[in-house]
């Protein structure tokens, strides 16, 4: 069980974005489909912006729910079945120690990578194996005016297997991997191996 929440009001956008790269990230290694558990009034996403983070819409399943009861009764049940790779719920408040037990203990049965997206200001005691705050980065663009590399400005608050940190992350959707931003490369060092060490915590979510 990975947690991912929004830096601020504001960001629930790039959260989604950054999650959705680390699905792709891991579909791109197994077979199967991902499924994004939604509940009424958050942000859903398209076919072009799936296809620009390297995702292919085909292999995203979308399912509605109208409370957070029902998005981890409905996380529960896709741990529990075939055919998909990844599962992730964007959820309306803090997500609670008792069910953070159940779906971590479910999802450490499986290789399905994990996620719950929840609001910014909702936070509480879990057991999460990572958790992460995502805030929009300033990417660079093309001559037209087009995002070349979606970028985020990510921080690590809890890792079970490694160091926390904050790091710029531009993401590569052909190489379907995460990258140090140009403005950070030369402080490598100082954010803990740079753009290797998240890369190697989202493929243990994997």
Request: proline share 5%; charged share 20%.
């Amino acid at each position: 069980l990975h947690e991912i929440a929004p830096a601020q009001a504001g960001n629930e956008p790039a959260a989604l974005g950054f999650a959705l790269a680390l699905v792709a990230r891991h579909l791109a290694r197994v077979r199967g489909e991902a499924l994004l558990v939604v509940g009424r009034g958050h942000p859903l996403p398209y076919g072009h912006g799936l296809a620009g983070l390297g995702l292919d819409p085909g292999r995203l399943l979308l399912f509605e729910v109208a409370s957070d009861g029902d998005a981890y009764r409905a996380l529960e049940e896709s741990l529990r079945a075939q055919g998909l790779a990844a599962v992730a719920g964007l959820i309306d408040a803090a997500l609670p120690l008792a069910q953070s037990r159940r779906l971590h203990l479910a999802a450490a049965r499986t290789d399905l990578l994990l996620l719950v997206l929840r609001p910014p200001e909702a936070e509480s005691p879990n057991v999460a194996a990572t958790r992460w705050r995502v805030a929009a980065g300033k990417a660079l663009r093309d001559r037209f005016g087009c995002i070349e590399r979606p970028c985020w400005q990510v921080t690590l608050d809890r890792s079970r297997n490694g160091r926390t940190g904050h790091w710029l992350l531009e993401w590569d959707h052909a190489a379907h991997r995460f990258g140090l931003a140009g403005a950070l490369a030369g402080h490598a060092a100082e954010a803990g191996a740079g753009g290797v060490r998240p890369e190697r915590r989202a493929q243990r979510s994997g």
